[in-house]
Structure formats: C-alpha cells, structure tokens
C-alpha cells in the first residue's frame, strides 16, 4: 500500500521561503513521476509541479521561477522549494505519485503566507 507523508507547511511572510518534503513508501519510487498540488480557499486543486523518473521537470506558470521540485530517489523523497512566497500561494499542499493508471496522495500540508 503506498504512502505519502508530507511535512514542511507553515505560516510565512510574503517574500519568505518554505521547503516541503514528502516521504513515500510501498511503491517504487524510482520509476514514477511524482508532483506537486495544491488547494486553496475555495478553489480547485491545481497542479503546481512535476517532476519524472527521469528528473524532466515542468511547472503551474504562477510559480515558474519561483518554486523547485527536486526528488531524492535512494531516500523516496520528493520536495518542493518555494521562494519569493506571495499570499494567493496560501493552500494545502498535497504531495502525489503519478502512475499510469492512478494517483496517490499525501494528507496535505498547509501554507499559509501572510501579507
């Protein structure tokens, strides 16, 4: 049974920074594509990251720039660097695995960022 355990939410000043992290278990995580989503105050849950077994990254254009996702694949981690936070980035961040058939999901993980 797979497993996602996010951690590394917060609150934040606009400007700051916040580094999310995301452990995975019962899968194999090497081979997969895994992502970043996030839901915020009335909103739909939208891609903000991806990133390929093969490390090919692609981003949501509101966080180009500004965030990085990157994988660890001997630890099965997967993380999110946000930078330069902005208030309308405030959600619950949701870590996910990307498989050919289905998607896993993390509990969540709240930012919130302040103005």
């Known amino acids: 049974q797979v497993q996602l355990v996010e951690s590394g939410g917060g609150l934040v000043q606009a400007g700051g920074s916040l580094t999310l992290s995301c452990v995975v278990s019962?899968?194999?995580?090497?081979?997969?594509?895994m992502a970043w989503y996030r839901q915020g105050p009335g909103k739909q849950r939208e891609l903000v990251a991806r990133?390929?077994?093969?490390?090919?990254?692609s981003y949501a254009q509101s966080v180009k720039g500004r965030f990085t996702i990157s994988r660890d694949n001997a630890k099965n981690m997967v993380f999110l660097q946000m930078n330069s936070l902005k208030p309308e980035d405030t959600a619950v961040y949701y870590c996910a695995e990307v498989g050919p058939f289905y998607t896993s999901w993390g509990q969540g993980t709240q930012v919130t960022v302040s103005s």
């Open positions: 019962g899968t194999i995580f090497s081979a997969n594509t």
């Open positions: 990133i390929s077994s093969g490390g090919e990254t």
